[in-house]
C-alpha cells in the first residue's frame, strides 16, 4: 500500500513537470518542422526545373523568389546547392558504349544526368535531394529524327556508295523497290501517327 502511494506521489510530480516541457518545446517543434516542410517542398521545386532551365541556358530561380511566390519560409542562413554528375553504376557502365556512338555516329549520349540539390549551411548539410534527370530526350525538333537514326546500324547504309548499288539493282523490273527512294536505310518519320490516334471530328479542332 505504502509503495502504491509512492508511485501515486512520484506520477503527480512527474506528470505536470513533463506537460510543462511539452508546451515549452512544442513551439520549437513545430517551427522546426515547418522549416523542414517548406525545405523538402523548395528543394523539389528546384530539383523539378533544374535540368530543363540550364538546358534552355536559363538562370535557375532564385531561392528568395520561390519563398515569396510559395509562402514557404526558410532560416536566412540556409543556401541552396546545384550538383550535376555521374557518379552513378548505369552512367559509370554506359561511359565505353556512349563514346563509341559519338564516335561513329556524332550522338551525344551525356551521362552527367544525376541532378543534386542540397540545403545547407555554412558548415552543415541541412537536407539533399536527388533526380536522374532524361537527358537523352531530343531537345529540338531536328533532333526527333537524327537521334533515333544514329541508334539504327542501318543509317550506316544511308551513303553515296549503297545509293549508286541501288540504282544499278532499280533498273531491273523486279527490282524497283530497291530504287534510293524506295528503300531508304535508317529512315525515321516522326510524324507517323496510327490511325486511330488521329481525330477529325470538329470537337478535336476547336
Known amino acids: 500500500m505504502k509503495s502504491r502511494g509512492q508511485v501515486l506521489v512520484e506520477f503527480l510530480i512527474a506528470a505536470p513537470v513533463l506537460a510543462m516541457l511539452i508546451l515549452w518545446a512544442f513551439p520549437y517543434l513545430h517551427n522546426e518542422l515547418q522549416l523542414k516542410f517548406s525545405g523538402q517542398q523548395l528543394a523539389q521545386l528546384s530539383l523539378a526545373q533544374a535540368?530543363?532551365?540550364?538546358?534552355?541556358?536559363?538562370?535557375?530561380?532564385?531561392?528568395?523568389?520561390?519563398?515569396?511566390?510559395?509562402?514557404?519560409?526558410?532560416?536566412?542562413?540556409?543556401?541552396?546547392?546545384?550538383?550535376?554528375?555521374?557518379?552513378?553504376?548505369?552512367?559509370?557502365?554506359?561511359?565505353?558504349?556512349?563514346?563509341?556512338?559519338?564516335?561513329q555516329s556524332g550522338l551525344a549520349m551525356r551521362s552527367d544526368n544525376l541532378w543534386q540539390v542540397a540545403l545547407s549551411t555554412e558548415d552543415t548539410v541541412w537536407m539533399s535531394y536527388y533526380r536522374l534527370a532524361d537527358d537523352w530526350s531530343p531537345s529540338h525538333p531536328e533532333q526527333l529524327n537524327s537521334r533515333p537514326q544514329a541508334l539504327l546500324g542501318s543509317s550506316l547504309l544511308n551513303n553515296s556508295l549503297m545509293h549508286n548499288v541501288q540504282r544499278v539493282f532499280g533498273v531491273l523490273p523486279v527490282a524497283r523497290e530497291l530504287r534510293p527512294n524506295q528503300l531508304i536505310f535508317g529512315y525515321v518519320d516522326n510524324h507517323a501517327v496510327p490511325e486511330q490516334a488521329l481525330c477529325t471530328t470538329q470537337e478535336c479542332s476547336e
Do not use: C, I
Not at 511566390?69 to 546545384?82: G, I, T, V, W, Y
Open 51 to 103: 535540368h530543363w532551365r540550364q538546358s534552355n541556358n536559363l538562370e535557375m530561380l532564385d531561392l528568395d523568389f520561390l519563398q515569396t511566390e510559395m509562402s514557404l519560409p526558410l532560416a536566412d542562413d540556409k543556401q541552396r546547392l546545384f550538383n550535376r554528375s555521374a557518379d552513378y553504376s548505369f552512367a559509370r557502365a554506359l561511359a565505353p558504349v556512349g563514346l563509341l556512338l559519338q564516335n
